[in-house]
């Protein structure tokens, strides 16, 4: 029997431990936060009756992404303000090489009530 094909949102989160500082407006020296962030797919589901394995999308983001930011001083890693803009557009380039047009967004929360959410610049 024919699997019936279903347009779904996949979202799988992480979180990795860093610090940063900041200066200008913001002006914060070193500090830490557990940086909470999302991926989130949106696709067709395949033959199977999903869009991609969990494990697999796991898999990515700790590779991808944990293993180069865990335990870092962001101001060095990525070259840029390390504001939570810019880390959700860092993580978005990531996660981009792997899923494409796949990717629909990366959400990057400062708190659980503040967060950016990056959808590409082509969006």
């Known amino acids: 029997m024919p699997q019936t ?3 779904i949102f996949l ?11 900041h200066a200008g407006a913001l002006n914060e020296g070193a500090h830490g936060h557990d940086f909470v962030y999302e991926v989130k797919l ?4 395949n033959d199977e009756g999903f869009l991609a394995d969990f ?7 700790m590779t991808l992404v944990n293993k180069e ?4 001083n962001l101001n060095a890693v990525l070259q840029m303000p390390p504001t939570t803009e810019n880390v959700a557009a860092w993580i ?8 494409g047009a796949t990717l629909r967004s990366v959400t990057v929360y400062e708190t659980p009530e503040s967060y950016i959410i990056y959808e590409g610049e082509d969006a």
């Not at 494990?55 to 983001?61: C, F, L």
């Open 69 to 72: 930011l865990a335990y870092k």
């Open 42 to 45: 949106y696709g067709t589901t």
């Open 55 to 61: 494990r697999k999308v796991e898999s990515d983001m």
């Open 92 to 99: 978005y380039g990531k996660m981009k090489t792997v899923y």
């Open 11 to 21: 979202v799988k989160k992480s979180v990795f431990g860093a610090t940063h500082s």
């Open 5 to 7: 094909k279903h347009k």
